[in-house]
């Protein structure tokens, strides 16, 4: 890149950076959210529906459910991993919306496989190809976002795309009560479910990966929308390209009335782009760091989330209540799951971001305390909204700070490192949890649950780097 060239760079990311509110229309929040809401959908798919599956395909009591579950959500978290470190790299050499397409495409044929199956093996394959396009998919856009997002309130826009994504898991876990799952006087089920007789009373399931493939193919069509990073051009060369679209973006907001900041400091380009990502990584002592502060926390955390956001009714089953009466509370929890995109989105740039997993792992054991110790439906309904809002009120604000901690030319990668291994470790943690689920008293069942949290936000409070409102390019150099 020549001088002339740098310098214009520069002046391009200082106008994308002193931006000072979301510059694309309103309606590609819709675009990326849709997107999201399939993913999230697809994760919690399986909490309620897997206990038809588990009966009606493989033939076992619903009490043994959770003993098959751990294998199939470890083998859809391996695929998450090779998905994230395979395929999202991609993105930094063809661009985040290219793969962001390719990615849902994957997405929506897998949904549409796994309704299709007929064995455990097939069953395992789909969860796996499905996991592929998941991990890939988080990556990319949570380095989307972050890179076109304005600087002091990134943290918020990841947020509020992460309410998409809670629209998703409470679409699943509710159709996943209606579908599959017998009726039964609230608050022992649904007197609505449509799961006790009839067709759906075998293939409820399958109807549901059914409806996720349909949410993909919506999402993949709409992202043809997308533009593209500018960030991402620059690193590549295409400046005009850059220029162009943050010129777009300047004309929307001057267009809404707002006025533009002066134009930041320019920081100019230290390195061209490399041709493979992880080497700038894993060979640079200064993200480095990073990396060995972001991968295990991630991996300790995403045991606690996974237990809860693809197991809980499984486990709940596991300890004596009947699938509608899991279901049931499954269901009232995930209301958690959206206040806690709501609170992340109000709050989460007030807060320093490595300080927001503490305070979930708080309220993680808080509402796992009262699940355990109380057999009561609605108490444990409550309890599991508590529990829903600690597991996921951190998450949001982490995808911003893993995101904002790794340079343009390599964000995605470093993204895919610090999430893709932390979902194996989730897809063991679970896998381990769910064949204990019967031997262990259920206060010490969720205690396990949340320790893992716990040390994670022990690490990231110990270890963890301060990033809040500061401009990418300062930050991850």
Request: with cysteine; glycine share 10%.
């Amino acid at each position: 890149m020549s001088k002339e060239d740098n310098v214009k760079s520069a002046q391009i990311i200082a106008r994308l950076d002193r931006l000072p509110t979301w510059a694309f229309n309103y309606i590609l929040l819709g675009i990326i959210g849709v997107g999201e809401l399939f993913t999230f959908y697809d994760i919690f798919n399986i909490n309620v529906s897997f206990v038809q599956t588990a009966v009606v395909l493989f033939h076992v009591s619903p009490s043994n459910a959770a003993i098959l579950l751990g294998p199939v959500v470890l083998g859809n978290l391996i695929g998450y991993v090779i998905g994230s470190l395979v395929l999202s790299p991609i993105s930094d050499k063809i661009g985040r919306r290219n793969m962001l397409m390719i990615t849902m495409l994957i997405m929506g044929l897998s949904s549409f496989y796994n309704a299709a199956t007929f064995s455990y093996l097939e069953f395992l394959i789909a969860r796996i190809l499905t996991g592929i396009g998941v991990g890939a998919d988080l990556a990319i856009v949570n380095t989307y976002i972050s890179e076109v997002a304005p600087t002091h309130i990134r943290a918020k826009y990841v947020s509020l795309i992460f309410v998409f994504s809670t629209i998703g898991g409470f679409l699943a876990i509710w159709l996943g009560l209606i579908l599959t799952t017998p009726s039964a006087p609230f608050p022992q089920g649904l007197p609505f479910a449509l799961g006790g007789s009839g067709y759906l009373a075998t293939n409820g399931w399958r109807v549901m990966y059914i409806i996720g493939g349909f949410l993909a193919i919506i999402g993949l069509l709409l992202r043809f929308e997308l533009p593209e990073s500018p960030r991402w051009l620059i690193g590549k060369g295409r400046i005009n390209e850059a220029e162009t679209i943050v010129r777009s973006m300047e004309e929307k907001i001057t267009k809404r009335g707002i006025s533009l900041p002066q134009i930041p400091n320019l920081v100019t380009m230290s390195k061209p782009q490399k041709e493979v990502p992880y080497s700038e990584i894993l060979t640079n002592k200064f993200y480095l760091k990073r990396l060995a502060i972001l991968m295990p926390m991630w991996f300790l955390a995403y045991t606690t989330v996974y237990s809860i956001a693809s197991g809980l009714t499984s486990l709940l089953t596991a300890h004596g209540y009947s699938s509608s009466e899991a279901g049931v509370i499954s269901a009232i929890g995930i209301t958690g799951f959206v206040l806690a995109a709501i609170i992340a989105t109000e709050f989460g740039e007030k807060i320093e971001r490595k300080f927001w997993i503490s305070i979930g792992a708080l309220i993680t054991v808080i509402g796992g305390i009262i699940v355990a110790i109380i057999p009561n439906i609605i108490i444990d309904g409550i309890g599991a909204i508590i529990l829903f809002i600690g597991f996921n009120v951190w998450v949001p604000v982490a995808y911003a700070w893993t995101a904002e901690s790794f340079p343009t030319r390599a964000r995605t990668s470093g993204f895919a490192l610090c999430d893709g291994f932390g979902h194996l470790g989730g897809g063991i943690g679970v896998a381990y949890i769910t064949s204990i689920a019967v031997l262990l008293p259920t206060l010490e069942l969720f205690g396990l649950i949340a320790v893992f949290l716990v040390i994670a936000a022990i690490i990231a409070l110990v270890g963890g780097h301060y990033t809040a409102h500061r401009r990418l390019d300062e930050i991850s150099p």
